[in-house]
């Protein structure tokens, strides 16, 4: 069967980012616009990795495939259509998605495509509005580096390898036996998590060497090495960031509601420091996420007394009285 060429192909404009997810379209964009890789950009992740196999049986593996960057063929559904070869299959994904949606993926079997994502679920910050314009022609300066780093010539065109220091290359064995430590005592998605965790440190410190790079005023040539800071940095961020969060993600919205409710009702406890949980202030003015009603708020409240956070309600409040659950003083200890 002929390998295709771009004439092959339905012409496609340069692009950096692709809202379209379907595996052809993305295929035909890697062969011929965007031979570097692309950005799929979704405000709602949700629906497109629960739907991966809709229209193609092989769309999760091709998904999988897309975090190693090798070779890769997309066979066509039309009739007679030659198949789409990609030199590199580069495809990173954006977007976000909502607790409760989340539980349902990963409710799935583990295939090791959600461990590949770096998850973020951080508390809420205070809203605020900015009082400075962003320097977009800095950023712009920035990225224009970056966007003209390009492929080592030859047929096809070859990516260019950065190696480690020496330096580097003992951070690495250190951080890859402790991450190989901790992960025995893990289990189900948290565990393939883990041990994604080395090759995440690995490509951290290559984004964060090109971005110091870049961040730099005048024409210094792109780095060649990975530098002992750069993976320190990276193996921090990993540890004290990227794992913390998968360690909430796939807690979180792997716990049952009631327990979803018992952790969110703790979080406000831990960062509010009351002295007792009255069940018509949160229920009135808190308004916490998924407990709106009295006996929502109760429910979770009393999972936070077999847990030893708070204590049951004194004897004597009746219905029309205020229910409060004394908060145990040791949780702050």
Same mark, same amino acid.
């Given at each position: 069967?002929?390998?295709?060429?771009?004439?092959?192909?339905?012409?496609?404009?340069?692009?950096?980012?692709?809202?379209?997810?379907?595996?052809?379209?993305?295929?035909?964009?890697?062969?011929?616009?965007?031979?570097?890789?692309?950005?799929?950009?979704?405000?709602?992740?949700?629906?497109?990795?629960?739907?991966?196999?809709?229209?193609?049986?092989?769309?999760?593996?091709?998904?999988?495939?897309?975090?190693?960057?090798?070779?890769?063929?997309?066979?066509?559904?039309?009739?007679?259509?030659?198949?789409?070869?990609?030199?590199?299959?580069?495809?990173?994904?954006?977007?976000?998605?909502?607790?409760?949606?989340?539980?349902?993926?990963?409710?799935?079997?583990?295939?090791?495509?959600?461990?590949?994502?770096?998850?973020?679920?951080?508390?809420?910050?205070?809203?605020?509005?900015?009082?400075?314009? =962003?320097? @977009?022609?800095?950023? %712009?300066?920035?990225?224009?580096?970056? +966007?003209?780093?390009? $492929? /080592?010539? !030859?047929? =096809?065109? @070859?990516?260019?390898? %950065?190696?480690?220091?020496?330096?580097? +290359?003992?951070?690495? $064995? /250190?951080? !890859?036996?402790?991450?190989?430590?901790?992960?025995?005592?893990?289990?189900?998605?948290? +565990?393939?998590?883990?041990?994604?965790?080395?090759?995440?440190?690995?490509?951290?410190?290559?984004?964060?060497?090109?971005?110091?790079?870049?961040?730099?005023?005048?024409?210094?040539?792109?780095?060649?090495?990975?530098?002992?800071?750069?993976?320190?940095?990276?193996?921090?961020?990993?540890?004290?960031?990227?794992?913390?969060?998968?360690?909430?993600?796939?807690?979180?919205?792997?716990?049952?509601?009631?327990?979803?409710?018992?952790?969110?009702?703790?979080?406000?406890?831990?960062?509010?420091?009351?002295?007792?949980?009255?069940?018509?202030?949160?229920?009135?003015?808190?308004?916490?996420?998924?407990?709106?009603?009295?006996?929502?708020?109760?429910?979770?409240?009393?999972?936070?007394?077999?847990?030893?956070?708070?204590?049951?309600?004194?004897?004597?409040?009746?219905?029309?009285?205020?229910?409060?659950?004394?908060?145990?003083?040791?949780?702050?200890?």
């Amino acid at each position: 069967m002929p390998t295709p060429t771009a004439s092959d192909i339905e012409p496609q404009r340069p692009r950096l980012r692709q809202n379209d997810t379907t595996i052809e379209q993305v295929a035909a964009v890697l062969a011929v616009a965007a031979p570097k890789g692309v950005m799929i950009v979704r405000d709602e992740l949700a629906g497109w990795l629960l739907g991966m196999t809709a229209y193609n049986p092989a769309g999760r593996e091709f998904w999988i495939e897309a975090y190693g960057g090798q070779p890769y063929r997309v066979e066509r559904r039309k009739h007679g259509a030659t198949p789409i070869d990609i030199d590199y299959l580069v495809a990173a994904a954006c977007g976000g998605t909502q607790p409760d949606k989340l539980a349902k993926l990963i409710a799935d079997t583990d295939d090791g495509l959600l461990a590949r994502f770096q998850w973020a679920w951080p508390d809420p910050i205070e809203f605020e509005l900015g009082t400075e314009a =962003p320097n @977009t022609h800095w950023v %712009i300066e920035a990225f224009d580096k970056l +966007r003209l780093l390009d $492929l /080592r010539p !030859g047929n =096809p065109p @070859t990516p260019i390898y %950065i190696p480690l220091t020496e330096a580097s +290359r003992h951070q690495l $064995l /250190r951080f !890859g036996k402790q991450i190989q430590h901790e992960r025995q005592n893990t289990g189900g998605l948290l +565990r393939s998590a883990y041990g994604k965790m080395r090759g995440t440190a690995l490509r951290l410190s290559l984004i964060l060497e090109y971005l110091w790079w870049c961040a730099k005023d005048g024409f210094a040539l792109p780095p060649d090495s990975i530098s002992e800071r750069a993976f320190a940095a990276a193996a921090t961020l990993v540890a004290e960031y990227v794992l913390p969060m998968a360690t909430r993600v796939y807690g979180d919205a792997g716990a049952v509601e009631d327990e979803r409710s018992a952790a969110t009702l703790a979080r406000w406890i831990f960062y509010e420091h009351p002295t007792e949980v009255h069940v018509r202030h949160l229920q009135r003015h808190v308004r916490l996420p998924g407990l709106r009603t009295a006996g929502l708020i109760k429910k979770a409240a009393n999972e936070l007394v077999d847990a030893d956070w708070l204590r049951a309600p004194p004897k004597g409040f009746g219905v029309q009285s205020k229910v409060a659950y004394p908060v145990n003083p040791k949780i702050w200890a």
